[in-house]
C-alpha cells in the first residue's frame, strides 16, 4: 500500500515539475485585421503579407522573451523603436539585432514608439486604433531564425495601414527548473523513503 502511495506522490511531483516546464506564447483577444502594402524593408525575409491579428501577447509561464530586429519602412523624419524592458531595437539596429528579456506568466511587457512625428508609444495590451498599433503575424523562418509570431508595426502618420514601419520577430523559451529544484526535490522523496523505512522497522519493534 505504501509502495503504490509513494509512487503515486512521487508521479504526482514528477508531473507538477514537469508542468512547470512547460509554457508558450499566446495571443490574447485576437481579431482578424487585413491591409496592404506591406513593403518595408522586412519584405525580403518575410514575403507579402496582408493579414494579421491585433490582441496582446501573453505567456503561460515565465521565460526568456526574445526579439529581433526585422527592418523597417520608414522616411522622412521617421525614428522607430521597439522597447523590451531596459533594451530596445532602434532602425540604425542591424536587422537580426537580437534583444532579450526575462518575462513572468502574463501580457508581456513591450511596446513600440514613434519618437518623431506623433511621439507616441504603443504598449502590449494597449487598446488599438487602427490603424495605429501594431498586427500579430503568423510566426515563420526566415534567415534571422525561426519566430513564434512576427510583429508589424504601423504609425500612421499617413493614415496608410501597411504594418510594415517597424518589423520584429519574437520568441519565448519557458523556464526550465533550477538544477536546486530537482536536489531538493530528491532530498524531499529521501526524507520521505527514511520515514517509511523507520515505520516499516517499527512494526517489527
Ligand atoms: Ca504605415
Ligand atoms: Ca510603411
Redesign the pocket.
Known sequence: MKRIALSMLLASVIGAAQADTVGTLEVANGSVVTFSNYDGEALAVTGAQSSGSWGSLFTTAGGYFYATYLGN?SGYTNDFSFGLGNGSLLESNDTGTVISQWVDAGTVNFSFSDNADLGHVFHNGDQQSN?FGFVILNGQTNIYGTFDYLLGF?????G??????FVVGVNFVAAVPEPETYAMLLAGLGLLGMSLRRRKSNMFD
Open positions: 519602412e490603424p504601423n504609425d500612421s502618420w499617413t496608410d495601414a501597411d504594418y510594415d514601419d
